[in-house]
């Protein structure tokens, strides 16, 4: 790990400013980006999760760097517990489902994952957005995944908050 890149992280703050910051600094030293994932992806480090709020906003506007860690980060989906951390992960899971090629293994653990967060009672609402709008993305290619999904939305709707109908609305619409 590089050191300065591990104090930058361990000093930041939830603040976008610097949360920002740090993007920048690996936007400008992209071979930083594995050591980045290396982090987030350490689920024992107490400053893991920041990292993941980091690699967010990275990939956000730099997708590209994930391509070549793509099997890394699939594979290691199911470590998060952190929901903080697996907010950023979760939205980064609904970048990929969008943008990039994914194998069959690939897809299946984003989409393992994403059903998990989807049903778990204890996930927040923006993890369970990020995981419908995911599943949403990759049911283009997986004709079981509507099926399940509108299941899913209808049966739990009534027992979720506001901002999660309205993302079950939205995604119910365009299933249909």
């Not at 920002?20 to 994932?37: K, M, S």
């Not at 893991?48 to 980060?73: G, N, Q, R």
């Not at 999904?149 to 619409?173: C, F, M, N, Q, W």
């Amino acid at each position: 790990m590089h050191s300065d890149l591990y104090k930058n992280i361990a000093n930041s703050t939830a603040h976008k400013a610097s949360r920002y910051r740090n993007a920048q600094y690996i936007w400008a030293n992209a071979h930083l980006f594995g050591d980045l994932l290396a982090l987030a992806w350490n689920t024992q480090d107490k400053n893991h999760h920041k990292a993941c709020w980091i690699m967010e906003l990275v990939l956000e506007k730099e997708l590209f760097l994930l391509a070549e860690h793509l099997d890394v980060f699939c594979e290691g989906l199911s470590s998060f517990s952190n929901e903080s951390a697996l907010r950023s992960v979760s939205k980064i899971c609904l970048f990929v489902s969008q943008h990039l090629s994914l194998t069959a293994l690939q897809q299946e653990l984003i989409t393992e994952n994403a059903l998990d967060w989807l049903i778990a009672e204890n996930r927040k609402v923006a993890t369970k957005a990020y995981a419908i709008r995911t599943l949403f993305a990759l049911g283009k290619s997986q004709d079981w995944i509507y099926p399940q999904l509108y299941r899913i939305l209808t049966e739990d709707y009534p027992k979720h908050s506001a901002g999660y109908k309205a993302v079950a609305r939205e995604i119910l619409k365009k299933i249909k």
